[in-house]
């Protein structure tokens, strides 16, 4: 029998492996693969494709009617990052479906028909990030369901029908930092519900069924950045609900049944910038209450049915910038609080049966006096109804005259009547002017708003728009891109200082063209600043900012050349920077004195140089015209010639340079010559050598060497002889 060659077991060996690769690599039919992503969505898929290639890190299988989720629908796909099961029809998930998928970060299954989940249904999910659960029917959570994901940061549960929330049900994930519960009918939380969850920062249980505070349940959450209770039929805060959320910069319990706040409910919030109690049943407020919140920067009170405003409480508030108490029934106010509220610069008080007299007339002085944007239009009496309390007189108000006013009238009683005098000048008329909301708050729509009844005649306030269906402020709108929908990005804060603070972000998209950060401090006054940053970078430092101040954060995606700018609230994130240290300004002047010192050394530096090559130009054009001086000086003597000189037996050539002027006798062009030469060189006589030589300051002693013969005085006491010696 023959046995195939070792060659050729090779090459089959080979060729079976290859179409094997090629066979897990192949794109299922019906999806769109690209690179490392596959796309099953819209298919009408009823099973999760088998031939998937191993090499996937992103599944889309949203918009099917997947049903049932099998414990071996994701073997072999530990690549696999993100997946996207939302819009279908799945009920169950059986218990290790998502066991192979050690790698995930994401997974969606929002918009399904879940109604419970179990122990196992996320095992193997060990660095899970972000669980999307919204818009199920999920009513019963076994204990310990999250307990393997120790990764997990972001949970959605909105609009499910959870009815309680037992002890230890959320414990596990410790590193949990929003905590999503919107839309339930969540009426009991146990003291322990919360337990483990040290890193929560975001909770929203608005839209529920809580008719009290749990406030045993809160105990835990010493950490939590912003609680939302809104649209619960809370009727009562007690005394000692916050206090343990020293924290805590967000409270919004607007849209629910309250009527009573105890006075020391607030205590323990420290830290608290924004309230939001409009659309309530307020009728008074103990004058404690505020007392404790004493960094508020935003106070929300209308709609409701206050009658006054607690003084002591609003003069503590000494960052405040926005007043809301529209549409309630306060007839006047204390004036003496607002002038130490040195931030303040939005007041609405419209929509409030406001009784204009004398009581008003110092709160009209500050109006006068002041940048608050603020509109109190009189309601009695009747004399005075409509008319805005900055057009309105002291008289009007009933005010008693001063001694200067009596003196002035007793002066004019003879010409002019008072009465008639104030009759005859007409009040001015002025354009009645819309408040608008200072800061757009981040909260979803509620299910429905019923606004507490209100005084008949008044006017309602204008709806304002949800925070989820517009961007916040004054964000630009462009229709989204089709494929926005389906990836979601959720920005977050770190290394916060007084003037910088790291924003960081998590992208869902596969292939986005760069980031698009938008970002203002709060307040009507700050306008949006943006920038754009790279697709490849997760975090930016945000500098230059002011310390002590609440800003917001939002993150765009550009997604093939088309920006995804539908904001919601989920990219969006609020924090403030820490406050200046007191060593700060001094530290700044240093920095700045210390990035001056380069600059003051490099003037130094360069004004020497400057001086230097000046002396050295100097001193080189002298001396070139020295030189210069020295040449056609031997230029003109040796130009006039040479006759010859004898002495006794001796016959020399008479060289004007080397001629001694002594020799005798001498020859007739000797003298001539030298000194018709020095007069026309230098412009003087001969006998006028001394100041010629002092004027020459380049090498004195050499140069009065080279001329000195030429100035020898006349004499003929020395023999010739000696003179060429």
Not at 22 to 42: D, E, F, I, L, M
Not at 215 to 220: G, L, N, P, V, Y
Request: charged share 20%; aromatic share 8%.
């Amino acid at each position: 029998m023959m046995f195939p060659k070792p060659t050729v077991l090779l090459a089959l060996l080979m060729l079976s492996w290859k179409l094997a690769n090629a066979q897990s690599n192949t794109c299922p039919k019906g999806c769109w693969c690209t690179g490392r992503t596959v796309y099953c969505n819209h298919q009408h898929l009823t099973a999760i494709p088998t031939n998937i290639p191993d090499n996937t890190t992103q599944l889309n299988l949203h918009a099917n009617n997947l049903s049932v989720v099998p414990h071996d629908a994701f073997e072999q796909h530990d690549q696999l990052s993100l997946v996207y099961l939302h819009s279908n029809n799945i009920v169950a998930i059986e218990d290790g479906a998502f066991s192979g998928l050690t790698n995930l970060m994401y997974l969606y299954l929002s918009e399904n028909m879940l109604t419970q989940l179990t122990a196992g249904t996320f095992g193997g999910l060990d660095n899970l990030v972000y669980l999307f659960l919204d818009n199920n029917f999920i009513g019963n959570m076994e204990g310990g369901t999250f307990s393997i994901l120790n990764n997990l940061v972001f949970l959605h549960l909105r609009y499910n029908n959870l009815t309680a929330l037992y002890n230890d049900t959320f414990l596990g994930p410790t590193r949990l930092n929003s905590l999503y519960l919107s839309g339930n009918c969540i009426s009991y939380i146990a003291p322990g519900a919360f337990s483990g969850l040290q890193a929560l920062r975001y909770l929203y249980l608005d839209n529920n069924c809580l008719t009290e505070l749990p406030a045993t349940s809160f105990e835990i959450l010493s950490g939590l950045y912003r609680l939302e209770l809104s649209s619960n039929p809370i009727v009562t805060i007690p005394d000692g609900s916050f206090k343990y959320m020293n924290l805590l910069k967000y409270l919004l319990m607007e849209d629910m049944a309250l009527s009573k706040i105890e006075d020391k409910a607030f205590v323990g919030l420290n830290d608290l910038k924004y309230v939001f109690l409009q659309n309530n049943n307020l009728v008074t407020l103990d004058p404690e209450v505020f007392r404790p919140l004493k960094r508020v920067q935003e106070l929300e009170l209308n709609n409701n049915q206050l009658e006054e405003l607690p003084p002591e409480g609003l003069a503590m508030m000494r960052d405040l910038t926005v007043l809301d108490v529209f549409n309630n029934s306060l007839q006047t106010l204390d004036s003496s609080v607002f002038p130490s509220l040195r931030y303040l610069h939005t007041l609405n008080l419209d929509t409030n049966p406001w009784n204009c007299t004398c009581q008003l007339r110092h709160f009209r002085q500050f109006l006068e006096n002041t940048y608050v944007r603020a509109h109190l239009k009189c309601a009695s009496p009747a004399q005075l109804a409509d008319r805005d309390l900055k057009t309105v007189t002291d008289e009007e108000l009933g005010c008693p005259k001063t001694s200067s006013t009596l003196a002035a009238t007793t002066s004019t009683a003879v010409h002019t009547k008072p009465q008639e005098s104030r009759i005859t000048r007409a009040p001015l008329t002025t354009t009645e002017m819309s408040f608008t909301s200072a800061v757009t708050k981040m909260k979803p729509t509620p299910k429905k708003t019923v606004p507490p009844s209100k005084t008949p005649g008044m006017t309602a306030e204008p709806a304002r728009r949800p925070a989820d269906a517009d961007p916040p402020g004054d964000l630009p709108v462009t229709p989204p891109h089709s494929d926005c929908f389906m990836y979601t990005l959720f920005p977050s804060v770190a290394n916060i200082t007084s003037e910088s603070i790291t924003l960081q972000w998590v992208s869902t998209f596969p292939y986005p063209d760069r980031f698009h950060i938008q970002y203002k401090p709060f307040g009507p006054r700050y306008k949006w600043r943006s920038l754009d940053v790279k697709p490849d970078v997760s975090q930016f430092v945000m500098t230059m900012l002011m310390p002590d101040t609440m800003y917001i954060f939002c993150v765009e995606v550009s997604l093939h050349g088309l920006r995804c700018s539908h904001i919601q609230r989920s990219q969006c994130v609020e924090d403030a920077t820490r406050p200046a240290e007191p060593s700060q300004p001094a530290a700044a002047q240093e920095g700045g004195r210390t990035a001056l010192t380069p600059i003051l050394v490099g003037v130094a530096v360069a004004m020497v140089v400057f001086t230097g090559c000046t002396v050295v130009g100097i001193f080189w054009i002298r001396r070139r015209q020295n030189q210069f001086r020295r040449r056609k000086f031997e230029d003109t003597v040796s130009s006039a010639g040479s006759e010859t000189c004898s002495h006794g037996s001796y016959s020399v050539t008479c060289d004007p340079v080397n001629c001694d002027p002594a020799d005798t006798p001498q020859p007739p062009g000797c003298s001539s010559v030298r000194d018709s030469m020095v007069e026309s060189e230098i412009g003087t006589s001969p006998t006028d050598k001394d100041q010629l030589i002092s004027d020459d300051d380049e090498e004195p002693k050499k140069i009065q060497e080279d001329i000195q013969p030429y100035f020898l005085p006349r004499t003929n006491t020395t023999p010739i002889a000696d003179t060429f010696v």
